[in-house]
């Protein structure tokens, strides 16, 4: 298994509050990336990195911010939390010989009361 | 831009019965498909792909063909278990450097009953 690793796994947190999840590889690829899933959706993209400060935005990019300053790292933030942001986020990560081919952390569950 | 049509489900079926998931896929570049997997409670993982016209995918009995003249990806598995029991995501990447973004197709949740 790819070594992907998320946090906070679940979280609840109040609308109008400051929420930062984080995700984090030990496969020193150059490709990271965020989704949201929600029902009749699928998933989909919020932000993505390209590289250590490399990143650039998916469709569903409105109310979110991701940083990158290490290539292990890519932060996704919601800077005031709502309740449309309720969602299960999954990052996801490619690079090496199979850069076609993404692999997905366990998800964070964020519930926005 | 890029989309992906898959069959809406749920999808209900017997143990041992024949499973088709139907996907059509928009690009307007050459992609690479692929079905992904998730199991109840877990992130995606890729289940098979396909990188050209006619090339076949296929893991843990699963088959996938990719058919540019249809632009379809249907997912096949001629025998399926209890333990298939997950939602199926159809998914492609547009090979003309797009940053290697995924764009998924909505999911089918597939139950098998013993």
């Known amino acids: 298994d790819a070594g992907i690793t998320q946090s906070p796994r679940h979280k609840v947190t109040e609308t109008g509050t400051p929420v930062t999840l984080r995700c984090h590889q030990t496969e020193n690829h150059r490709y990271m990336y965020w989704y949201r899933q929600d029902p009749g959706h699928g998933l989909r993209l919020i932000h993505y990195?390209?590289?250590?400060?490399?990143?650039d935005k998916g469709e569903v990019s409105d109310g979110y911010s991701v940083s990158r300053s290490k290539t292990e790292d890519f932060l996704l933030t919601l800077e005031s939390a709502t309740s449309s942001q309720t969602s299960v986020y999954f990052c996801?990560?490619?690079?090496?010989?199979?850069?076609?081919?993404?692999?997905f952390g366990p998800g964070t569950r964020l519930t926005v009361t | 831009g890029d989309s992906v049509t898959q069959m809406e489900g749920p999808v209900t079926l017997s143990e041992e019965a024949f499973l088709t998931i139907n996907c059509t896929y928009t690009?307007?570049?050459?992609?690479?498909l692929f079905w992904y997997v998730q199991y109840p409670g877990e992130g995606l993982q890729l289940l098979l792909k396909?990188?050209?016209?006619?090339d076949k995918g296929s893991n843990k009995g699963f088959e996938a063909t990719y058919r540019k003249e249809t632009t379809s990806f249907h997912l096949e598995k001629g025998s399926v278990q209890v333990s298939d029991s997950a939602v199926y995501f159809c998914?492609?990447?547009?090979?003309?450097?797009?940053?290697?973004?995924?764009?998924f197709g909505k999911g089918t949740l597939l139950t098998v009953n013993p």
């Open positions: 990195s390209y590289g250590v400060k490399d990143t």
């Open positions: 998914a492609l990447v547009d090979s003309g450097g797009s940053n290697y973004k995924l764009t």
């Open positions: 996801a990560i490619t690079g090496g010989g199979r850069l076609y081919e993404q692999y």
């Open positions: 690009a307007t570049g050459y992609p690479s």
């Open positions: 396909a990188t050209k016209a006619d």
